[in-house]
């Protein structure tokens, strides 16, 4: 019913930057809040940035400065700006939204993820 489809990742030099977008589809009622979430080999999925529907934002401690969580409600997309980039942000990146359908059911949503390779 609902589809969330990143895009931006690659491979970039450390201190490069990079734009992550997820846009989602599908029978969607409204989108509460989304996120960026990543996955390093080895490592525990963790929390990268949120946003609220009314653009309230939070972010992981080790990216504060450096990315900014933005979205689109009109597009149904959320954007992940990564400046500065270290090679420990090297992980595939995953969004998140929770998103009630038009049958009323609310959940949550990961998208299929995109691999961020930062080369030191």
């Known amino acids: 019913q609902v589809q969330l489809v990143e895009s931006g990742g690659g491979l970039v030099q450390a201190g490069g930057s990079l734009r992550l977008s997820c846009v989602a589809s599908?029978?969607?009622?409204?989108?509460?809040?989304m996120g960026w979430y990543r996955q390093a080999p080895g490592k525990q999925r963790e929390l990268v940035a949120l946003?609220?529907?009314?653009?309230?934002?939070n972010y992981a401690d080790s990216v504060k400065g450096r990315f900014t969580i933005s979205r689109d409600n009109a597009k149904n997309a959320v954007y992940l700006q990564m400046n500065s980039l270290k090679p420990e942000d090297t992980a595939v990146y995953y969004c998140?939204?929770?998103?009630?359908?038009?049958?009323?059911?609310?959940?949550?949503?990961w998208g299929q993820g995109t691999q961020v390779t930062v080369s030191s």
């Open positions: 998140n939204a929770n998103i009630r359908t038009t049958d009323w059911i609310l959940r949550l949503y």
């Open positions: 599908g029978r969607i009622f409204n989108i509460n809040a």
């Open positions: 946003i609220t529907s009314d653009g309230s934002t």
